[in-house]
């Protein structure tokens, strides 16, 4: 069955690097975002980064731009989130997800979340 893999979080220094992981398994051959999401404390739920599974056309939230890169490797089933000059306000729990499409039908599927820290 579908499922969502993350990997990556951790505590970094403000200025520093990291690369978020998502392994997803369970697919069928269709038409697929996937997006990744954060979600700080008393916080929205916030869109960060997108990429589609046909093109790689790729969306990024404007607080991101220019320090964030989604990208995906079809080989290993993975997309991943480098992260790059973080800031204390990328504080958040990160959240993997596939939205996949079959017609009209959207249908929404979540990783387990993993914790960003960003801290001196």
């Known amino acids: 069955q579908v499922q969502l893999v993350e990997s990556g979080g951790d505590l970094v220094q403000p200025g520093g690097s990291l690369r978020l992981s998502c392994a997803a398994s369970g697919f069928a051959d269709s038409y697929y975002a996937m997006n990744w999401y954060r979600q700080a404390p008393g916080k929205e739920r916030e869109l960060v980064a997108s990429?589609?599974?046909?093109?790689?056309?790729?969306s990024y939230a404007d607080s991101v731009k220019g320090r964030f890169t989604v990208f995906r490797d079809n080989a290993k089933n993975t997309v991943y989130l480098q992260m790059n000059s973080l800031r204390p306000e990328d504080t958040a729990v990160y959240y993997c997800n596939a939205r996949v499409f079959v017609l009209t039908l959207v249908r929404d599927y979540w990783g387990q979340g993993t914790q960003v820290t960003v801290s001196s």
């Open positions: 990429i589609s599974s046909v093109g790689g056309v790729r």
